[in-house]
């Protein structure tokens, strides 16, 4: 090897590695998303939705497959045979003048022979290619509507995830609202008890209080992690990538009782469609069974060149000879040992099973509207009231820590009001979350997520 080819060898070896540093050195991406958006990457990302894609593509070819068997086939073929001993052939001996009953050994042919041939095929009907054709808008209808229910089920999840982790930032916020009660009521706790106005009873028990609101604050951070952990797989995004969240939830966004409209249809859920769709499917195999007792007929032609040489040279000297011919073949079925009679009576039941599932879902359907609309309502009535209740809540709190400011009110009653207060916080967050979620199902299960 060249001192030169050493040379580039060694550069390319250098930015082979330097672009590799560089890849790997790039930073994790930043996505501020509200839902939507969210909702839109996951379309673009996720595992599950980019397999149905795939079956898209996957009956897309299936068509293709389809669609040439009703277009001509053409093939062709050349072959040269070098015969090294030519075939012997018996002729009577009586005609050469031998006696009856004898053969004479005689050698026919040319040691080399060749033959070049082209042949088309035109299939002119089959009543099941025929019934495959018709089916091939539905197939691929059949998979798209596949794809969408599979977004519209990760659509769900993710609205559900995403609006959990919104409201924990709600409860982060008023843990540390809390904490930073707390931490006020101890430094003012202490100053009550450097004048005798409190025992360390007192301290020791608000201490108790801050001490578990930080434990309670360090596990819904540690719950939050792992939620958008979970978000980001779900959203089939890299788990080194930075995810904000960026639209908020308040109780006025989920306040709308939409739930008296009662306006919806069977055919709005994309399961419903999906089924809709896999009966006529079926309806098309029944056809397709049934058609395959009617003859199919095809139409076939060939032209081919033959020559035949005692020496290697048929490219250079010599005739070559044609032979060409057009034919019809009809294939009648007659008996396939009651087969066909089997696949169409199968089909049937395929059908009749899938318009068993149609049934079955429209209950399915009508009930999960039903249980959304009651638990919508429910949980407005009860984030209505938990809201109330944590207003109360601080209410109480405020009056009991300006008793215990001047001496008035015990160390009892502010514990038990800002244990009251936690609860009610917690109560509301909870409700809010039901509700949102309650909110989430019914559009669901209307078809109108």
């Known amino acids: 090897m060249t001192k030169r080819g050493l040379a580039r060898i060694v550069y390319l070896g250098f930015f082979l590695c330097v672009g590799r540093s560089f890849a790997i050195a790039q930073p994790p991406a930043k996505h501020e998303f509200t839902i939507r958006q969210a909702v839109e990457y996951a379309a673009r990302n996720n595992v599950q939705v980019k397999n149905a894609?795939?079956?898209?593509?996957?009956?897309?070819?299936?068509?293709?497959?389809?669609?040439?068997?009703?277009?001509?086939?053409?093939?062709?073929?050349?072959?040269?045979?070098?015969?090294?001993?030519?075939?012997?052939?018996?002729?009577?001996?009586e005609i050469f003048g031998q006696p009856a009953g004898t053969y004479i050994p005689v050698q026919f042919g040319t040691k080399?022979?060749?033959?070049?041939?082209?042949?088309?095929?035109?299939?002119?009907?089959?009543?099941?290619?025929?019934?495959?054709?018709?089916?091939?808008?539905?197939?691929?209808?059949?998979?798209?509507?596949?794809?969408?229910?599979?977004?519209?089920?990760?659509?769900?999840?993710?609205?559900?995830?995403?609006?959990?982790?919104?409201?924990?930032k709600t409860q982060i916020e008023l843990l540390d609202a809390n904490i930073?009660?707390?931490?006020?009521?101890?430094?003012?706790?202490?100053?009550?008890?450097?004048?005798?106005?409190?025992?360390?009873?007192?301290?020791?028990?608000?201490?108790?209080?801050?001490?578990?609101?930080?434990?309670?604050?360090?596990?819904?951070?540690?719950?939050?992690?792992?939620?958008?952990?979970?978000?980001?797989?779900?959203?089939?995004?890299?788990?080194?990538?930075?995810?904000i969240l960026t639209d908020k939830l308040t109780d006025e966004q989920v306040q709308e009782d939409f739930s008296n409209d009662t306006a919806y249809q069977h055919a709005d859920r994309k399961e419903f469609q999906y089924l809709s769709l896999a009966k006529k499917l079926n309806e098309y195999n029944i056809k397709r069974y049934q058609l395959s007792y009617i003859p199919t007929l095809s139409v076939v032609g060939a032209y081919s060149k033959n020559a035949q040489r005692n020496k290697f040279d048929m490219f250079k000297t010599g005739e070559w000879y044609t032979t060409s011919y057009l034919g019809?073949?009809?294939?009648?079925?007659?008996?396939?040992?009651?087969?066909?009679?089997?696949?169409?009576?199968?089909?049937?039941?395929?059908?009749?099973?899938?318009?068993?599932?149609?049934?079955?879902?429209?209950?399915?359907?009508?009930?999960?509207?039903?249980?959304?609309?009651i638990n919508f309502k429910s949980a407005l009535s009860t984030m209505s009231f938990q809201k109330k209740n944590m207003q109360l809540a601080e209410e109480v709190y405020n009056q009991t820590k300006k008793k215990f400011e001047v001496g008035t009110g015990s160390n009892t009653e502010i514990t038990a009001a800002q244990t009251d207060l936690v609860t009610a916080q917690t109560n509301y967050i909870n409700s809010l979350y039901s509700a949102i979620i309650a909110k989430v199902d019914y559009l669901k299960a209307t078809g109108k997520l």
């Open 180 to 243: 930073a009660r707390l931490q006020k009521l101890s430094h003012d706790a202490t100053e009550l008890y450097k004048n005798g106005f409190a025992e360390k009873l007192d301290l020791d028990k608000i201490s108790v209080q801050l001490a578990n609101l930080q434990t309670e604050k360090t596990k819904a951070l540690n719950g939050i992690s792992i939620g958008y952990l979970g978000l980001k797989t779900l959203m089939g995004m890299p788990v080194q990538d930075t995810l």
């Open 53 to 93: 894609l795939l079956n898209i593509q996957s009956q897309q070819q299936t068509n293709r497959e389809i669609t040439a068997a009703a277009l001509p086939s053409i093939n062709g073929s050349f072959g040269i045979t070098d015969y090294l001993k030519l075939p012997t052939s018996l002729l009577p001996g």
């Open 328 to 373: 019809f073949n009809l294939s009648v079925p007659i008996f396939d040992g009651f087969a066909r009679s089997a696949r169409i009576k199968r089909a049937r039941i395929d059908l009749k099973q899938t318009e068993n599932q149609l049934d079955n879902l429209k209950l399915t359907i009508d009930s999960e509207v039903e249980q959304a609309k």
């Open 112 to 168: 080399y022979n060749s033959t070049a041939n082209i042949q088309v095929q035109q299939l002119l009907f089959d009543g099941q290619v025929f019934i495959a054709l018709q089916a091939r808008a539905t197939s691929i209808a059949f998979q798209t509507k596949n794809k969408e229910v599979t977004e519209e089920m990760i659509k769900t999840n993710i609205h559900k995830i995403y609006y959990q982790l919104v409201l924990s």
